[in-house]
């Protein structure tokens, strides 16, 4: 099984920025598709941006030109790095994550969230 642990969220003005991380734990596997979802309250869980090992990422509309996605595979850490942030933006972030094992089966594994408040 591959865990997957999200960080660094918290209170950011409106305005501001914010980075969060997502940390992928496990023994022999590989890590295909990366993303990053949203729920904010009250409302169904979204995406955000998704990319994998092998295509550009793609964005939700309203997060294009704020929001930028990365991975490091050598840390095995997904990024999301958030840019020029909305009260609209207040959800909790979950890291989404599948790949192969290295005996060859699949896996797919999500985070415990981690919360993103923007007010002034």
């Known amino acids: 099984q591959v865990y997957l642990e999200e960080s660094g969220g918290g209170l950011v003005h409106p305005g501001g920025s914010l980075s969060l991380s997502c940390l992928a734990s496990?023994?022999?596997?590989?890590?295909?598709?990366v993303a990053w979802y949203r729920q904010a309250p009250g409302k169904e869980r979204e995406l955000v941006a998704i990319m994998s090992s092998s295509e550009m990422p793609n964005y939700a509309d309203s997060m294009k030109g704020r929001f930028t996605i990365s991975r490091d595979d050598a840390k095995n850490t997904v990024y999301l790095i958030m840019n020029n942030v909305k009260p609209e933006d207040t959800a909790v972030y979950y890291c989404y994550g599948d790949g192969t094992m290295g005996w060859g089966g699949t896996w797919d594994s999500w985070g415990k969230g981690t919360l993103v408040t923007v007010s002034s």
């Open positions: 496990g023994n022999d596997y590989t890590m295909n598709t």
